[in-house]
């Protein structure tokens, strides 16, 4: 079933270079064009099923939200046609749809009577919405004194707790806590399970390809790729890898947390898990070494449900080589408090040659949640005389037939 179908949609706006060019326009005698056209969106057109759960992606400015709020009807597209069946609830903007001089008690019943809930059915939801929140004494406070997080926590606890057929969620989880990502990555999954029908924008691909069951990768206003999560991500952070435009932004390092050597619990409730050490065998192999890795990281919780260790090998260029997870593999891991060692052994490296660095993270939910990463922990060359070429040894053999 179509819960959503969408033809043809164009948006286009017209740029002014001051504003009394739109009134000289609008008034101009021989109708001279004072405007430039910028079309953000152009000929998108995309069949959602109910249940589905797409993953949106691309670069800041390729029309991602544009589509997000032309579906909400925040929008209307200037040609095409959008049709929606069925309840919508969106986190678009942080504190859209919010009224800055309500407090978050007040905003809760607002927001529900936008969605077509009457007060006695926000009655029955207000205390689950309040205590998915968390946000305490706030709640009774105007929304103008929240933070970013506090607006983040509200808006996902309205949006994802009255019902919606339709959940669309544009980037808000990247400014939430680590633990309240994993909260409602927990809710939406419970949606997903019910059939409610999910559209994600997220800049973090592994969100995407582990969530999302289909992906849209929109390119300059057009479709780029539509599909299987998996082969979309793939498609996209190929491109991402080597589009010499890509945002210096993203590029940047995450910032590393430093911890103590002896084991203290940190300050920030909101550090459940650090990455402390990563010790490599040694800094120069020959093709076919064995490589050893043994990482040290430390829990802060009483447990952390579903913790994983990923490790991925990359060029100085940021090429991905390879990159395995203990969640894919079925390995389970020591996710009680404490300091805990794990080793991570490649038996024969098939690198050829060069020289290559380890990424190093901890995540829960499948790899949804980012809980720490270490990006460059170690680094080491490979090196041997020559025998073949390329990048990876790969076994083979040759057989003459004539």
Known sequence: MKIIEIKNIVKSYKLYDKPADRFKESIHPLKKVYHKDFVALNGISLSVEKGDAIGILGRNGSGKSTLLKMITGVLTPTSGEIQVNGKISAILELGAGFN?????????????LMMGHNREKMDEKIESIINFADIGSFIDQPVKLYSSGMFARLAFAVSINVEPDILIVDEALAVGDTRFQTKCIDK????????????????????????????????????????????????YEDYMRNDTNSSEEMKKPPKVEVVDPDFILPSNPDILALITKVEINKTAFKTFDEMNVEIEYEVYEEIIDDLLLGAAIYTPNREYIFGPNT????????????????KYCI???????????LDVGLFNNEGLVNIHYKENSVSFTITNKYFSEGLVYINHNWEVLK
């Open 100 to 112: 800055p001089e309500y407090t978050g008690r007040e905003n809760i019943y607002l927001n529900g």
């Open 188 to 235: 939406m999954k419970d949606l997903k399970r019910s059939g409610t029908t999910i559209l994600f924008v997220s800049h973090a691909s592994e969100q995407v390809k582990r969530f999302c069951n289909k992906a849209v990768w929109i390119k300059d206003g057009k479709i780029e790729s539509v599909g299987e999560s998996s082969e979309v991500v793939d498609r």
């Open 327 to 342: 969640f894919l593999e079925k390995i389970s891991i020591p996710n009680d408090m404490g300091r805990h060692k794990v």
């Open 347 to 357: 038996p024969q490296i098939p690198l050829l040659g060069g020289t290559f660095c």
